[in-house]
């Protein structure tokens, strides 16, 4: 069953999902603190190309701090902008090819 937010929008369960609601990745490390926004499309890319699995709730244990190295961010969706912007972002044959499968 799908979960909805205050807004009555869909709530993401996935990288693809966050990215084609057109949300950022919020993650915040608990050890210093450092705060980061990446792009959802940027990270779903990243995340397939590794072929780590791309649910929400495990995507937080991937990513580690730049600051202190430590793994294990919380993680949560914004409407920020990105701040780190050095993953690069999908071609649109690519993002078009993925959509395509999810519409499948």
Avoid at 65 to 78: D, E, K, N, P
Avoid at 81 to 87: D, G, Q
Wanted: aromatic residues 8%; charged residues 25%; hydrophobic residues 40%.
């Amino acid at each position: 069953m799908a979960r909805y937010d205050a807004d009555g929008g869909q709530v993401p369960r996935t990288l693809f999902e966050a990215a084609a609601f057109h949300r950022s990745v919020r993650a915040v490390c608990a050890g210093c603190g450092h705060i980061g926004v990446f792009h959802a499309a940027a990270l779903w890319r990243l995340f397939e190309r590794r072929q780590w699995p791309g649910l929400l709730a495990e995507v937080g244990a991937r990513l580690r701090c730049s600051r202190c190295g430590r793994r294990g961010t919380a993680i949560s969706l914004t409407r920020d902008a990105p701040t780190i912007t050095n993953l690069p972002l999908p071609s649109d044959v690519e993002w078009r090819r993925a959509v395509s499968r999810f519409r499948a």
